[in-house]
């Protein structure tokens, strides 16, 4: 079954211990990117990736490192997490690289951090 | 930067035709516009992509006038299980094989028996 896969679905954390949360996807996609889904502000992005070793910022990428070393994964890293992280986190794939590909998400399920 | 801008929520009763309009002023020439569903405690998932003019899917439309500067989604005849948020979203090339993607806050639809 083509689909996004995230780990771990649930997470609270402390202040400060670095996290990191997976995403791989098994459609052979070249485009991946993370976004952050908080009450009222809706869908932003954080990172993306077009392919291999080619990473860029999205909107809201204070606090988040990504790294793009295969074309299946894309980890979201949180070196020294904070409370104002807390948040739903979804990763995405597609599959380039005309504007047409680039558009057409497909979404995991998910990722809820909490950071106390 | 590209900005979106949509209505927070709508009632619909079932069976109507429900239309959801996107603002996107600031549209640049190539840009492309999506619009997706989410319902609870899931990702979001593709409903239907257009460029201009008219699209048609088996689950919605998408109307996009002339000077695409919004962008409608249609439901027809919604039941429960469209109850849902919509989003659109913008796509723009930002050079050097590189997409940013814009999505709006949200409309929350509920359909009412």
């Known amino acids: 079954e083509a689909q996004v896969t995230q780990n771990p679905r649930y997470l609270i954390t402390v202040t400060g211990k670095k996290l990191t949360v997976t995403c791989s996807q098994n459609m052979n996609h070249e485009y991946m990117s993370w976004y952050r889904q908080d009450p009222g502000l809706g869908l932003r992005q954080i990172y993306y990736?077009?392919?291999?070793?080619?990473?860029d910022k999205g909107d809201v990428p204070e606090g988040y490192k990504v790294s793009r070393k295969e074309k299946r994964n894309f980890p979201l890293i949180l070196e020294s997490p904070s409370p104002n992280q807390t948040s739903l986190y979804f990763c995405?794939?597609?599959?380039?690289?005309?504007?047409?590909?680039?558009?057409?998400?497909?979404f995991g399920a998910g990722s809820r951090l909490t950071v106390l | 930067l590209a900005k979106t801008t949509q209505p927070i929520s709508m009632d619909s009763y079932e069976g109507q035709e429900v239309n959801i309009t996107c603002s996107h002023n600031n549209i640049a020439t190539n840009d492309y516009i999506t619009w997706y569903q989410q319902f609870p405690s899931q990702g979001p998932r593709f409903i239907i992509q257009g460029y201009k003019t008219k699209v048609t899917n088996e689950v919605a439309s998408l109307f996009i006038p002339a000077d695409r500067k919004s962008s409608t989604l249609s439901l027809p005849r919604v039941s429960l299980s469209d109850t849902a948020v919509y989003y659109c979203l913008v796509a723009r090339y930002s050079g050097a094989g590189s997409y940013q993607l814009t999505f709006g806050k949200g409309t929350k639809l509920s359909v009412i028996p």
């Open positions: 990736s077009m392919n291999v070793e080619v990473t």
């Open positions: 995405a794939s597609s599959l380039g690289p005309s504007i047409s590909g680039a558009n057409v998400l497909t």
